[in-house]
T-cell receptor
Framework: KAGVTQTPRYLIKTRGQQVTLSCSPI?????VSWYQQTPGQGLQFLFE???????NKGNFPGRFSGRQFSNSRSEMNVSTLELGDSALYLC???????????FGQGTRLTVV | GQQLNQSPQSMFIQEGEDVSMNCTSS?????WLWYKQDPGEGPVLLIA?????ELTSNGRLTAQFGTTRKDSFLNISASIPSDVGIYFC????????????FGQGTRLTINP
C-alpha cells in the first residue's frame, strides 16, 4: 500500500505570492490533516478534512485554507505569503475511527 | 499554540545505552502517539497508546500512557546508530478528531 504522498517536495516562492500544496492520503483513508513545522514553533495543527468537509481548524490566519476532493485527496493554499510562512508542511491521513496518523514526507516551502 | 512539555530536548549517548524521554501536559489526553523524524522526512509512527496505564512495546521501544492521562514516556533499549533522529510525542485532546498536539521533540545523538 502506498504511503501518504505530498507534492511538490520543495518550493520557493516570493513574498506576496500564493501557493498550493497537494496531498494524496493512503488508500482507504478519508481523513486528512495538515501541520506546519518550524524550528521555533514545532509542529502546529492547521486543519483536518473528512469527506470533503473541514472538521477542525488550528490557530492560523485566514490566509491558510484547504479543501478535500471526493477521492480524499487534499490541497492546502496559502495566500499573500509572508517570510514567516517558510516551513515544512506535513500532511497526515488516518482511517475513520482510528487515531493513528500517518505522515507524508512534507513540502518544504521557502518564502524569499 | 498549546504544546506538550517534552524532555530532554537533546540526548548524547553511547551505542548500546538505554534511552528514556517523557512528555507532560496540564491537559488530559485520550491518546498518546510517539513518532520519530529523520532529517528531511515526515514523522514516522512508532507506538500508539489508548488507555491510562497502558504499556506497549515495539521491538526495543516501550512506551507508557501515564495513569493521570497527562503524561507519557518512551524508552529505547540497547540503542543502535539508526535510532538517531528526533522523537516527538503527540496527544489527542478530542476523541474522534485528528487535532494532535505535539511536544517540542527530543534530538537523539549516538556516539558509536
Amino acid at each position: 500500500k502506498a504511503g501518504v504522498t505530498q507534492t511538490p517536495r520543495y518550493l520557493i516562492k516570493t513574498r506576496g505570492q500564493q501557493v498550493t500544496l497537494s496531498c494524496s492520503p493512503i488508500s482507504g483513508h478519508r481523513s486528512v490533516s495538515w501541520y506546519q513545522q518550524t524550528p521555533g514553533q514545532g509542529l502546529q495543527f492547521l486543519f483536518e478534512y473528512f469527506s470533503e468537509t473541514q472538521r477542525n481548524k488550528g490557530n492560523f490566519p485566514g490566509r491558510f485554507s484547504g479543501r478535500q476532493f471526493s477521492n480524499s485527496r487534499s490541497e492546502m493554499n496559502v495566500s499573500t505569503l509572508e517570510l514567516g510562512d517558510s516551513a515544512l508542511y506535513l500532511c497526515a491521513s488516518r482511517q475513520t475511527g482510528n487515531t493513528e496518523a500517518f505522515f507524508g514526507q512534507g513540502t518544504r516551502l521557502t518564502v524569499v | 499554540g498549546q504544546q506538550l512539555n517534552q524532555s530532554p530536548q537533546s540526548m548524547f549517548i553511547q551505542e548500546g545505552e538505554d534511552v528514556s524521554m517523557n512528555c507532560t501536559s496540564s491537559s488530559i489526553f485520550n491518546t498518546w502517539l510517539w513518532y520519530k523524524q529523520d532529517p528531511g522526512e515526515g514523522p514516522v509512527l512508532l507506538i500508539a497508546l489508548y488507555k491510562a496505564g497502558e504499556l506497549t512495546s515495539n521491538g526495543r521501544l516501550t512506551a507508557q500512557f501515564g495513569t493521570t492521562r497527562k503524561d507519557s514516556f518512551l524508552n529505547i533499549s540497547a540503542s543502535i546508530p539508526s535510532d538517531v533522529g528526533i522523537y516527538f510525542c503527540a496527544g489527542q485532546l478530542i476523541q474522534g478528531a485528528q487535532k494532535l498536539v505535539f511536544g517540542q521533540g527530543t534530538r537523539l545523538t549516538i556516539n558509536p
